[in-house]
């Protein structure tokens, strides 16, 4: 009898992985590739699309292969995916313009700062269920479309398009396909909610055409065929890689949940068939949608740094060799000694919302040992799971009861056992544990009838691991206290020194705002990837338009003179400039001149500022 097997692509942060999975749910071949993660600036960080899909050309002939089996045996295909991950091409030539932004990616602060600003910006969260945020997809577009002169003309007629890391996989699998799946929409911040379809409103919200995004589907159906790679295997399904997890866990009735602890960490609620508005800084977003039935909302946080900060450790701080060693490491202490790591590489996600947050390690003393930083770590996994939980309880009304998990770092049987205890509730894992890939699988399945119904997939979980909770409570609050200290310290880290001030801002303030963008144009000179004929005449630019608005609205006469061509004495200038005028002009201003005073000269200060600016 020949085997029929269901193929399941996982396109995740980090790696590709294509599974086959036989009619029992039972992993059949596994195959996986990394893709190189580009990290160009601080806070950037890019894939190469087209990495990513040569990785997926090697992968799908390789699970066959292993698998032994042909294109014929594979009933369909169903594909999972990081979300929010952005990537532009050119439809005639198929090439990738530029690297991908990926969902980590801070790039948008300023771009979110300033649309916060605008008028409709309440009304984003309303239509789309996200808070502006850097996270999402439009952000990232609206970055790309302003970078490269001509492209947003191009992408208005159509010529160059928008996917998540499906869209583009299926694009180049079909021979130009150009769809989505409303799971992936839904995470775009452009898609209405209710009528899942993109939003008119978000659209010019956000200055992005219609002309470039793809056709939005159900997660179930199937799409069409692959033309390519191997030929002939039907695309029966496409879900955010959360979600899928989402499927796999085979949470379908409202109210179950589950956690995925990978590279970020995300808590899904299924709330059944109307979207649940947070009150408490959780996303709407949709879990999935079968076919033509009605489409299944949840209530989802994020938490963009879990995994990653091990690998930061491994990486960076060079204190691991491989990740499951965090766990002997953090054995080898009791406890944290007092230390916590509030890893807000990214800002901070769920329920926080702050962009601008970035990390901190609190409570350091001499005492704490490379142990005590491995558990703060684990912790940290820990702490940012119980916020969730308690913003999610406070939404449903409901109190978890048990948290179902998966992803790689459920592994870590210490980590397992922090999350009970800091939710005081039972966690449970299955016996698969790549439930992004398997719940991939169980929706191209259910797509095509390999799998009948949603009960019969219902009877294929099977619990594998549970960890109880055992710490006391009152060492469970006291600890949660300094976490949430902790926290706070990391607010307000970054301020927005690009968005510009409503005029009539105290003049001092207008010229730090100044002095912080020239120190950023600095910085940028040392990166070697920067273009420094550019941001040397940027520099140029603001330091000539600054000074003459010194000289001109506070009648000071400027040391500097002529702007010097030369660039390291432009550098050497511009530095002496900024350590000067903060020493000795601010303060004065701020000993002398009333609060209005000042009010009325950064006004007068913005506008010649603007005047004298070149460009
Ligand atoms: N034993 C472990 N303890 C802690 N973290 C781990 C362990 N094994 C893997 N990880 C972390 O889990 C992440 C990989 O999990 P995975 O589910 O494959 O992630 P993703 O799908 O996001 O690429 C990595 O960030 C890694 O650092
Ligand atoms: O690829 P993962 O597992 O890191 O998941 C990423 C999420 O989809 C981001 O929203």
């Known amino acids: 009898m020949t085997h029929r097997y269901v193929m399941s692509v996982d396109q995740g942060t980090t790696s590709t992985r294509c599974i086959l999975f036989d009619a029992r749910g039972r992993l059949v071949s596994v195959v996986q590739r990394e893709h190189q993660q580009h990290f160009p600036r601080p806070g950037w960080v890019e894939h190469d699309a087209a990495e990513i899909w040569r990785n997926l050309a090697r992968l799908m002939p390789e699970a066959l292969a292993r698998a032994g089996a042909s294109a014929e045996q594979i009933v369909g295909l169903g594909i999972a995916n990081q979300r929010e991950t952005t990537v532009l091409w050119d439809r005639r030539t198929g090439a990738p313009i530029g690297r991908a932004i990926v969902w980590q990616d801070t790039r948008t602060d300023r771009v979110v700062e300033q649309l916060t600003r605008e008028p409709g910006a309440k009304r984003v969260r309303e239509l789309c269920g996200l808070p502006l945020a850097t996270y999402f997809s439009a952000p990232k577009i609206r970055w790309l479309l302003d ?61 992005i055409p219609r002309a470039m995004l ?49 590279t970020g960490s995300f808590l899904l609620l299924n709330t059944g068939q109307t979207p649940v508005r947070s009150a408490h800084g959780m996303l709407t977003t949709v879990g999935f949608k079968i076919g033509a039935e009605p489409a299944v909302y949840a209530l989802e946080g994020s938490i963009a740094v879990t995994g990653s900060l091990v690998q930061w450790l491994r990486d960076s701080l060079e204190l691991i060799g491989t990740a499951p060693e965090i766990e002997t490491l953090a054995r080898t ?23 601008e947050a970035r990390g901190v390690i609190a409570g350091l003393t001499s005492y704490i ?46 980590l ?118 550019g941001v040397l005449r940027e520099l140029a630019s603001q330091l000539s338009a600054h000074v003459a608005a010194t000289e001109r609205v506070l009648h000071t006469d400027p040391a500097e003179g002529l702007v010097p061509e030369d660039p390291d004495e432009l550098e ?10 903060e020493r000795t002009l601010l303060n004065e201003l701020r000993r002398t001149l009333s609060p209005s005073d000042r009010t009325a000269l950064g006004r007068a200060f913005t506008a010649e500022r603007t005047r004298r600016f070149a460009p």
């Not at 001509?150 to 928008?162: K, Q, S, T, Y």
């Not at 150009?178 to 839904?186: E, K, L």
């Not at 890893?343 to 996600?349: D, K, Q, V, Y």
């Not at 050497?572 to 005028?581: K, L």
């Open 147 to 207: 970078q490269t002169p001509g492209l947003p003309e191009r992408a208005e007629c159509g010529e160059v398009l928008f996917g998540t890391t499906e869209s583009w996989l299926i694009w180049n699998l079909t021979g130009g396909l150009h769809i989505t799946d409303v799971t992936n929409a839904s995470r775009t911040m452009l898609m209405n909610l209710r009528t899942l379809s993109w939003d008119d409103e978000l659209l010019d919200f956000f200055g």
């Open 572 to 581: 050497r200038v511009v530095q002496a400039h900024i350590r000067d005028e």
């Open 333 to 355: 202490v009791a406890d944290n000694g007092g230390c916590y790591i509030v890893p807000a590489f990214s800002g901070l996600f769920a329920p926080h919302w702050h962009s």
């Open 416 to 533: 397992m056992q922090i999350v009970a205890d800091v939710l005081d509730v039972p966690v449970v894992r299955p016996m698969v544990a790549e439930t992004v890939s398997l719940g991939a699988a169980y929706a191209a399945g259910l797509s095509v009838g390999y799998w009948p119904d949603l009960e019969g997939l219902r009877r294929n979980w099977h619990r594998a691991g549970q960890w109880q909770p055992t710490m006391a409570q009152a060492r469970r609050e006291a600890e949660y206290v300094n976490w949430r200290q902790a926290v706070e310290l990391t607010f307000g880290w970054m301020r927005p020194v690009d968005a510009a001030r409503p005029p009539g801002t105290d003049v001092v303030d207008v010229i730090l705002d100044d002095h912080r963008r020239m120190e950023n144009l600095l910085r940028e000179l040392r990166d070697d990837d920067a273009d420094r004929a």
């Open 369 to 414: 040992t490379k142990g005590h930083l491995a558990r703060a770590v684990l912790e940290a996994t820990g702490w940012q799971t119980r916020e969730v939980v308690d913003a999610m309880n406070a939404d449903s009304g409901l109190a978890l009861s048990t948290l179902r998990v998966d992803g790689g770092m459920t592994a870590n049987n210490l």
């Open 214 to 262: 793809p056709e939005i589907r159900s997660s179930t159906e199937v799409y069409g065929t692959t033309t390519t790679v191997v030929p002939g295997i039907r695309i029966a399904a496409a879900l955010g890689d959360q979600q899928a997890a989402l499927f796999g866990q085979t949470c379908f009735a409202p109210g179950e949940a589950k956690c995925t602890y990978g």
